[in-house]
């Protein structure tokens, strides 16, 4: 059982950088892939990016690609998502998870969810 804990998110302006951080406890962190979904208000949890276990590959939303960076440090059990170039629409509530089976776009591939960190970017 892994259970994510999200940081780091805040109000920021356009241009920004962030970086949020998911503390997942659990024995079994080192050897599940983690992603991170987002939420905007009025829309459906949205993929933004994943990777596996050992962090050896990556996968990214096309509307992030080249703006944000997923990696993980297995010996903190924390996976990282650092924001640069921050633009309005990617205000959202921005979600970790534990990758359990499938698609790594899809929700349903995942068994353990954070509460989520409010990102906001202003214009």
């Known amino acids: 059982q892994v259970q994510p804990v999200e940081s780091g998110g805040g109000l920021v302006q356009a241009g920004d950088s962030l970086r949020l951080s998911c503390a997942a406890s659990g024995r079994t962190f080192s050897s599940k892939s983690m992603g991170w979904f987002r939420q905007a208000p009025g829309k459906e949890r949205e993929f933004v990016a994943a990777?596996?276990?050992?962090?050896?590959?990556?996968y990214y939303a096309d509307s992030v690609k080249g703006r944000l960076t997923i990696s993980r440090d297995n010996a903190k059990s924390t996976v990282y998502l650092q924001m640069n170039n921050l633009k309005p629409e990617d205000t959202a509530v921005y979600y970790c998870a534990a990758h359990y089976s499938g698609s790594f776009d899809d929700t349903d591939s995942y068994d353990y969810w954070g509460q989520g960190t409010q990102v906001t970017v202003s214009s």
């Open positions: 990777i596996t276990w050992i962090g050896s590959i990556t």
